[in-house]
T-cell receptor
Framework: GENVEQHPSTLSVQEGDSAVIKCTYS??????FPWYKQELGKRPQLIID?????GEKKDQRIAVTLNKTAKHFSLHITETQPEDSAVYFC????????????FGTGTQLKVEL | EAGVVQSPRYKIIEKKQPVAFWCNPI?????LYWYLQNLGQGPELLIR????????DSQLPKDRFSAERLKGVDSTLKIQPAELGDSAVYLC??????????????FGPGTRLLVL
């Protein structure tokens, strides 16, 4: 089955700096890669996703890049703000597998003033 | 548009007792998922439904866990009997379909279970 590794487990940045979270996956059949943000005690919320037919996607301060050959994808947050502080999860899945998502172990992002 | 609704939000039970969780997906979403999330970990799929059919239950511990999705809308996840190790957050999610660009999964707030 799919295996997703996520790094780092914790990340502390100064407000206004950029944050990068990286994930690798093992199953070359995976073709859908969402990123979720989860605040303490709340539901995971989708912030951006990418499909394997594109290499990069951007939405305001958030961008995701995908390297299918190397089987890794990354989340980039620019101009970080205190409200970006949360746990971020990457996931990999595929419509061929019935949209089963395998999640990474999460990155605790802390944006300091 | 209302999101995924789950109840109860919190549940405390003693080991060996039964417990049930309820999920109401987003209206019109055919696909429903139950996940288990342990503290400090990502969600892990327990079971996936396409309408009323369980199409992937390979991760569901069938000796004590059961689920149903009558009429292809609401779903119930049950544990009987509960064990100490079942303490976790149980998340429900739904998506319009399982593919075709409609596979985005939307999560409910979860039920936090504590087994004493």
């Amino acid at each position: 089955g799919e295996n997703v590794e996520q790094h780092p487990s914790t990340l502390s940045v100064q407000e206004g700096d950029s944050a990068v979270i990286k994930c690798t996956y093992s199953d070359s059949a995976s073709n859908y890669f969402p990123w979720y943000k989860q605040e303490l005690g709340k539901r995971p919320q989708l912030i951006i996703d990418i499909r394997s037919n594109v290499g990069e996607k951007k939405d305001q301060r958030i961008a995701v890049t995908l390297n299918k050959t190397a089987k890794h994808f990354s989340l980039h947050i620019t101009e970080t703000q205190p409200e970006d502080s949360a746990v971020y999860f990457c996931a990999a899945g595929g419509t061929g597998g019935g949209n089963k998502l395998t999640f990474g172990t999460g990155t605790q992002l802390k944006v300091e003033l | 548009e209302a999101g995924v609704v789950q109840s109860p939000r919190y549940k405390i039970i003693e080991k060996k007792q039964p417990v049930a969780f309820w999920c109401n997906p987003i209206s019109g979403h055919n696909t429903l998922y139950w996940y288990l999330q342990n503290l400090g970990q990502g969600p892990e799929l327990l079971i996936r439904y396409e309408n009323e059919e369980a199409v992937d239950d390979s991760q569901l511990p069938k000796d004590r866990f059961s689920a149903e999705r009558l009429k292809g809308v609401d779903s119930t996840l049950k544990i009987q009997p509960a064990e100490l190790g079942d303490s976790a957050v149980y998340l429900c999610a739904s998506s319009p379909k399982a593919g075709g660009g409609q596979e985005t999964q939307y999560f409910g707030p979860g039920t936090r279970l504590l087994v004493l």
